[in-house]
């Protein structure tokens, strides 16, 4: 059996506002594509907590979980991730552990270290309170107290949240979280779908770290990867020219509302920007089912990983919900 066929598909979704839309028909469409993968037998459906951005309505991400664990039945519902040093860890265990306790067995959390945001929206999020992300490994401890059974004498408990032993996950563009995820024994996802430089690196030293726990026997590598599938290559390529212009804003600090494909992107950016583009999607895979097929291939060749959790940054929703069903024939 290939190692296509053996690796877990998941899906990462961004929950885009399209320029002639609104938050509320992105939310409506997150529903819809969890939906839609959880029948294609996809593993796990993750949303991601940004701030400030007018394009990406994911902010209040365990609200969000709430809204999609009520709405399907089967698939595990996370974050991709929780921006840790926003937050008190009590309050996370808190929001988690009553996902997990209406939802058994449905639902994880993935922890970042970054501050999903911007240095005044940080500052917003945070007031008075003090840390960084300087802080991560002694707030995954004490945010694993929390979700873990209660102990004599614990002053503080998270209700609910305490025993439920929400699975944690860490998640990383760096080195940082990788070397922490190994000696920890907990799974790591890697943010290849937006800074796939550090890749290889990160995965060897995951695995170099690993120490066995009561989570984790062996390392477990799951990787982020741009999904633009389309039925020709030729179809692809114009879809993602949505993609090229809403990670050309981003890149420019302008709005990432959503933007319609163009016929070409010629005369759209400086010849620097378009290589920071390229850069920032190396690993996407763009193309039609056999072009993509070879590419995740080579990838899963190459990095031995277990799993690949997809973003689909199309405008187009019914070209999103065609692009996640190619990629699940591939297997």
Request: hydrophobic share 45%; proline share 5%; aromatic share 8%.
């Amino acid at each position: 059996m290939s190692a296509l066929a053996q690796s877990k598909f998941s899906t990462l979704d961004l929950v885009p506002i399209r320029d002639d839309g609104n938050a509320a028909q992105a939310l409506h469409n997150s529903l819809a594509l969890a939906q839609h993968v959880e029948r294609l037998g996809f593993e796990r459906f993750w949303v991601a907590e940004h701030h400030n951005m007018d394009g990406i309505a994911s902010s209040a991400t365990s609200v969000l979980l709430g809204y999609l664990a009520a709405g399907t039945t089967s698939i595990r519902l996370g974050s991709g991730g929780v921006m840790l040093p926003n937050h008190a860890p009590l309050v996370i265990a808190e929001q988690f552990g009553t996902l997990a306790t209406l939802y058994p067995g449905r639902i994880e959390l993935g922890l970042g270290r970054a501050p999903g945001a911007d240095h005044f929206t940080a500052q917003a999020l945070r007031r008075d309170r003090i840390g960084s992300a300087d802080d991560f490994p002694a707030d995954v401890e004490e945010l694993q107290r929390y979700l873990g059974p209660r102990t004599a004498n614990q002053q503080v408990i998270a209700m609910p949240g305490t025993g439920t032993n929400v699975p944690i996950w860490l998640l990383g563009s760096s080195l940082f979280s990788a070397q922490l995820a190994g000696e920890k024994g907990l799974p790591y996802a890697f943010a290849s779908h937006f800074a796939p430089r550090y890749m290889h690196e990160a995965i060897r030293v995951y695995r170099n770290h690993f120490k066995p726990s009561a989570v984790l026997d062996k390392p477990y590598v799951m990787l982020g990867v741009p999904l633009i599938a389309a039925d020709t290559d030729e179809q692809a390529e114009y879809l993602a020219t949505s993609a090229y212009q809403r990670i050309l804003a981003l890149i420019r600090g302008q709005s990432l509302v959503q933007k319609p494909p163009v016929s070409s992107m010629q005369g759209l950016w400086l010849p620097h920007e378009e290589e920071a583009v390229s850069s920032f999607l190396g690993l996407a895979m763009i193309g039609g089912p056999e072009k993509v097929r070879a590419r995740l291939e080579v990838l899963l060749e190459q990095t031995g990983a277990d799993e690949l959790i997809f973003t689909c940054d199309l405008y187009d929703f019914a070209d999103r919900l065609h692009a996640f069903e190619l990629v699940a024939q591939l297997r």
